[in-house]
């Protein structure tokens, strides 16, 4: 039903009008460049938390306070991202640069001009929408300014809490390079040229927007700015874009972890002898490392104080929960359940991880480069050391599994290619940030590294356990003090990798596969069919990869046997 005019004034008992700024040259600016009818329209700006938890229980349906002080929320049929639905503006000043195909889909000019106007009318029949301003990216040379304009209070928290929150004083001054307008909880028109779906995400470099319609998963706006940074990083500044995490050390030496959901980016990033850098998006320029975020987005599915505490303690008030079930008379929520989705989530503010870097940059190049996979098959060692060409390839590859039962039909482990560990937000085409990586690895001198956080002894389905975590532990921290790089090596066949003999804390016969085997499988043959699903995966990128790089990868004989 359409709203009659409102008194603005009356809508929140705190008030709507933000001190940091004067509500009258948002509302323009807002009218100005998306007709926002802000006379029938209370735009409340940069909302407090206190005001955002008040709102998001009196108008949005299942909000709730958990017992931690945590808000949760629900994002409706949507529990995940829709890869399938994202669109690129196919225009004049980037569609050159940027890698078309599968992941990133063309959307015209005129169905854009569409879909806005969809988003905006959705915009304009709401009581109220939230407007946040933030950061994305924590070194000042090269962040850029994000206005996020919401008709739901948790998207609004959301943002709140994963952009770079500005100081009053930057507030006053705060004009965006990109606005996202994000009408989640209206569907796009299926029927309209090009639309897939009644969900559309989608971006244009050009008008330096994005706009969202038929999902309500908060992700999509984080991840539609992951998206412009890879664009716009390397494309404008020969800065490399990473999805990864990364810590410091009190020596200054600093970690990237790459890897994909489920391989512990978060979790081993979260090193209480080390200064936590961010969780998941970076950014690596002529200076440094420097986080792209002011929060963290971390899974909840299995969470516990006993084995991720930082995260744990994070859940606190000003944090959002996302789809998760809680008891209704205690407000404890169950982290093992995944009745609504697996994909339980939790956005809070970086500083509450008490030893994180703030700001969350770091004038020091990664000492180490760490590539993260979870191998159900268990038959990668779990650790080995790169060499240039081999972390090309396996950058490129980003491979991990996908577990059996996680999705209806999935009986056996599923391997999974995301290339640069990132596949759905890259802008461009992976080989250029894995010539990039490359480049500055050894410019700087970096160790890299392949950290299998999977199976051992055997695979998921054949007998085997996951490598315990005290052990993957053990391994960074030999890693970290240097000691791990100066041990005895041995070739690992078929994937031509380098395999320490030793780690200390961690037991020699753990490190190779082929002397931990006691699966139902057999080994060989389990080694070999890996080895070529790399093989076929990595076909697609040989026309634009060097003969080195094609070659560092895993060799299977093709040739039919006899």
């Known amino acids: 039903m359409v709203s009659q005019s409102v008194n603005k004034t009356n809508l929140h008992p705190t008030g709507v009008q933000p001190s940091s700024k004067d509500h009258t040259e948002i509302e323009e600016e807002l009218h100005d460049k998306a007709h926002i009818d802000y006379d029938r329209v209370a735009i409340v700006a940069n909302p407090s938390v206190a005001a955002l938890y008040e709102d998001a229980l009196v108008y949005e349906s299942g909000s709730a306070i958990t017992s931690s002080g945590a808000l949760s929320a629900y994002s409706g049929a949507k529990t995940g991202r829709s890869p399938s639905d994202k669109r690129i503006v196919e225009e004049d000043s980037s569609k050159k640069d940027v890698w078309w195909g599968p992941v990133n889909k063309p959307m015209s000019p005129d169905v854009w001009r569409i879909n806005r106007e969809r988003a905006i009318d959705y915009l304009n029949t709401r009581n109220r929408i939230y407007v946040v301003d933030g950061f994305a990216g924590w070194d000042e040379r090269y962040r850029i300014r994000v206005r996020v304009v919401c008709a739901r209070a948790y998207h609004a928290l959301f943002m709140r809490n994963m952009l770079i929150r500005p100081s009053r004083q930057e507030l006053e001054h705060f004009h965006p390079d990109y606005v996202i307008y994000n009408a989640g909880a209206f569907p796009a028109n299926r029927y309209t040229s090009g639309m897939t779906s009644s969900t559309s995400v989608a971006v244009n470099f050009a008008e330096k927007e994005m706009v969202i319609l038929g ?215 992976p080989m250029r940030y894995a010539k990039m990586l490359a480049e500055k690895i050894e410019e700087h001198n970096a160790d890299a590294w392949l950290l299998n956080t999977g199976w051992v002894g055997a695979g998921a389905t054949t007998g085997g356990k996951r490598c315990p975590l005290k052990y993957t532990r053990a391994i960074l921290d030999a890693i970290h003090s240097g000691e791990l790089a100066k041990v005895e090596y041995e070739t690992y066949d078929t994937f031509g990798l380098s395999v320490p003999k030793t780690c200390p804390n961690v037991p020699d016969e753990l490190l190779n596969p082929a002397k931990s085997w006691n699966g139902t499988a057999d080994f060989k043959g389990e080694v070999e069919k890996l080895g070529k699903l790399f093989m076929d995966n990595f076909k697609k990128y040989e026309d634009q990869a060097t003969s080195e790089v094609v070659k560092a990868g895993p060799h299977v004989c093709c040739c039919p046997k006899h």
């Open 215 to 429: 999902t309500e998963y908060a992700g999509e706006m984080k991840k539609g700015i992951f998206t412009v940074l890879f664009y716009e990083m390397p494309v404008k500044h020969n800065v490399l874009t990473l999805h990864s995490s990364a810590n410091e050390g009190k020596n200054g030496d600093v970690t990237v972890f790459f890897g994909l959901s489920g391989t512990g980016k978060t979790t081993l990033s979260a090193d209480p002898k080390r200064a936590l850098i961010g969780d998941d998006e970076h950014c690596w320029s002529d200076t440094g490392v420097f986080n792209i975020e002011g929060g963290c987005y971390a899974k909840c599915i299995g969470l516990s104080a006993e084995k991720e505490p930082d995260i744990f303690g994070a859940i606190k008030f000003g944090a959002i929960l996302e789809n998760v079930v809680f008891d209704p008379t205690t407000r404890v929520v169950d982290y093992d359940d995944d009745t609504l989705t697996e994909n339980t989530r939790c956005a809070y503010p970086i500083e509450y991880i008490e030893n994180t870097k703030i700001p969350c940059i770091s004038d020091n190049h990664p000492k180490n480069i760490v590539l993260l996979t979870c191998d159900a098959r268990g038959v990668l060692p779990p650790i080995s050391k790169l060499n240039k060409e081999q972390t090309m390839y396996h950058f490129i590859s980003g491979y991990t599994s996908k577990m059996a039962g996680t999705e209806q039909g999935v009986t056996e482990p599923q391997a999974t290619f995301s290339s640069c560990f990132a596949q759905p937000f890259l802008a461009l085409h």
